[in-house]
């Protein structure tokens, strides 16, 4: 079996250097022997793994197989998905109109959760495990129980689809982003709106909370807040926004932090620290900012003209994902990238974790699970 093969930095667009994987048949330990074109190298390789460099580019891979697939959570293409804290449940949202509960193990089904009209577009469990809060082009945010897929709160007030949320600690408040150009702040123990926090003029595609670094002036708010408010104060919030700006403000003061004009829509974002945060663009560049100094990026990493649509903080590094079916991760330790591998080229959505397991969900409606024990 002939393979074609190709290894990219992460951070220059000299065009890929392509060679091919030749397998000769399967050993006794069952485990594939591969050989290599000219100018790379199999440097290690297991039922699950392989790892290929090229000397002369200075570029290392690890490609990393699903431990297992689920099939049967969707009919249509999976939008989003998360697992629970303690790693036992998964829910994802589907252009089949659904969103389900389901085991993480196996992807056996355990609760449907209807209410929303139209598409779901996203989904997370609260901190407890117990609780999901979920966003649809409905414009509402609604919140249920995993435990009888009963839903015990609906938000109202966005006048566009909301796209996507972020849970504020242990979960008294949460935020929501819409295609309305506003991002909000909600009390789940009352179902109130305790205030717009931004209205950009422009769709909000993601939205991140994170606490901020103490070197960092968030400002003070204009008014004294709402006792309401919970786990607020010394927290930054992240806003990707489509009109290629993103936007970062004190999410208790209101007050901006910094805005930022990127190459592209601004399609998702997530913090790595007090002060190091990442965003991805419709254009395929993931942009590492510093919140002390944002003026210029700390990097710009761009391995293709795909869109990236989901980034996710992992370990001391990341996990990436875009929309030519690439999804891989990036340790400060590990001299290589790891490619998650399986999508082909459909689109990954979306990528969540527990411990030392992957999931991620894609355009071809499957969940795919892989083990960094693998490695």
Not at 14 to 36: F, H, M, N, R
Not at 326 to 350: N, W
Not at 357 to 362: F, G
Request: net charge negative.
């Amino acid at each position: 079996m002939l393979v074609p093969c190709f290894l990219y930095s992460l951070q220059n667009r000299k065009p890929s250097l392509y060679g091919s994987l030749t397998c000769q048949g399967i050993g006794l330990d069952g485990i594939p022997e591969v050989t290599a074109s000219e100018g790379f190298i199999v440097n290690e390789i297991n039922k699950k793994s392989i790892h290929i460099s090229c000397p002369k580019e200075s570029a290392s891979s690890k490609f990393l197989a699903p431990y297992t697939t689920f099939s049967r959570i969707h009919t249509k293409s999976i939008t989003c998905l998360d697992i629970s804290s303690g790693g036992g449940l998964g829910v994802s949202s589907s252009t089949d109109g659904t969103m389900k509960i389901w085991q993480a193990s196996n992807g056996e089904l355990r609760r449907v959760l209807e209410g929303h009209v139209f598409d779901v577009n996203c989904c997370r469990f609260f901190p407890s495990g117990l609780v999901v809060l979920s966003g649809g082009m409905d414009a509402q945010l609604k919140i249920w129980s995993a435990e009888d897929a009963s839903c015990v709160v609906t938000f109202k007030g966005h006048k566009g689809g909301i796209l996507d949320t972020a849970i504020v600690d242990r979960g008294r408040n949460v935020v929501s982003g819409s295609r309305d150009g506003t991002a909000r702040l909600w009390d789940c123990g009352r179902s109130a709106c305790l205030g717009v926090l931004a209205d950009c003029g422009s769709s909000i595609n993601g939205v991140a909370v994170g606490a901020a670094d103490n070197s960092i002036n968030l400002g003070a708010p204009e008014q004294m807040p709402s006792e309401r408010e919970v786990g607020t104060e010394a927290k930054m919030l992240l806003l990707a926004r489509e009109d290629k700006k993103l936007q970062c403000l004190g999410l208790q003061s209101r007050q901006p932090v910094f805005l930022f004009i990127g190459s592209d829509a601004f399609n998702c974002c997530t913090f790595l620290s007090g002060f190091l945060l990442l965003a991805g663009t419709q254009d395929g560049n993931i942009y590492q900012l510093d919140v002390r100094s944002p003026g210029a990026p700390v990097q710009v990493i761009h391995r293709s003209g795909a869109p990236v649509l989901s980034l996710l903080s992992f370990r001391d590094g990341f996990i990436a994902s875009q929309g030519d079916g690439s999804c891989f991760i990036v340790q400060q330790d590990l001299d290589y990238v790891t490619e998650l591998t399986g999508a082909d080229c459909d689109p990954v959505y979306k990528v969540a974790t527990w411990e030392k397991q992957i999931y991620t969900c894609c355009r071809d409606g499957l969940v795919r699970r892989y083990q960094l024990s693998d490695l």
